[in-house]
């Protein structure tokens, strides 16, 4: 990857359980972002976090960013079947152009 | 609303041929990126255009070139193709700044087959 490791790889769990997924990346950001991908499909932006932000909520995603750790994590409380999906964070660098840079991935599983 | 729109959707090309990927961003958008995921990777930026200029490159072929026209459109050509080209390839479209603050808008992206 570009970026750095996400992890779990693949996560299953159970309708109404919660998901975290968790997220680290390599260099100095403006912000990062988090986006869905079901299969084969295109990618689905959910919820971006600003260096400057330790937390922040949409519905039912929660996303933390820890700069000094170079960390994030996702968190999907309440789990529905219909979250199966994969979940890539991606950062957009200090001073750069936009583009995105992105991590490995977590494809998660939620049994009906 | 309008989205970003791609064609075409599936490509299937043998080596060494041509392929020519497009890319319609949101109107009045003037920002466009392309990305390349292979099977089972993350994407991976490959270049883009802010009002019709190269803006960044990534980990773009030589054989890989692109452009964006006076109407914001992008064309993505592909030469030589090999079959490790064989992917989807997204765009994306932003107006320059706008991205960094709400995310961005994705195609739904070009599936090339290389055979």
């Known amino acids: 990857s570009q970026q750095g490791e996400e992890d779990p790889q693949a996560l299953s769990i159970q309708e109404g359980e919660n998901a975290t997924m968790n997220c680290s990346y390599k260099t100095s950001i403006n912000n990062l972002q988090w986006y869905r991908q079901n299969s084969g499909r295109g990618l689905v932006h959910l919820i971006l976090?600003?260096?400057?932000?330790r937390e922040k909520h949409s519905g039912r995603l929660r996303v933390t960013l820890d700069t000094s750790k170079k960390s994030s994590s996702l968190l999907i409380t309440a789990s529905r079947a219909a979250d199966t999906a994969s979940y890539f964070c991606?950062?957009?660098?200090?001073?750069?152009?936009?583009?995105?840079?992105f991590g490995q991935g977590t494809t998660l599983q939620v049994k009906p | 609303a309008a989205g970003v729109i791609q064609s075409p959707r599936h490509l299937i090309k043998e080596k060494r041929e041509t392929a020519t990927l497009k890319c319609y961003p949101i109107?009045?958008?003037?920002?466009v990126y392309w990305y390349q995921q292979g099977p089972g990777q993350d994407p991976q930026f490959l270049i883009s255009?802010?009002?019709?200029?190269?803006?960044d490159k990534g980990s773009i072929p030589d054989r890989f070139s692109a452009q964006q026209f006076s109407d914001y459109h992008s064309e993505l050509n592909m030469s030589s193709l090999e079959l490790g080209d064989s992917a989807l390839y997204f765009c994306a479209s932003s107006l320059r700044g706008l991205g960094d603050n709400y995310g961005y808008t994705f195609g739904s992206g070009t599936r090339l087959t290389v055979v």
């Open positions: 991606a950062t957009v660098g200090s001073g750069n152009t936009g583009k995105l840079i």
């Open positions: 109107p009045r958008h003037d920002t």
């Open positions: 255009f802010y009002e019709k200029m190269q803006s």
């Open positions: 976090i600003r260096s400057n932000e």
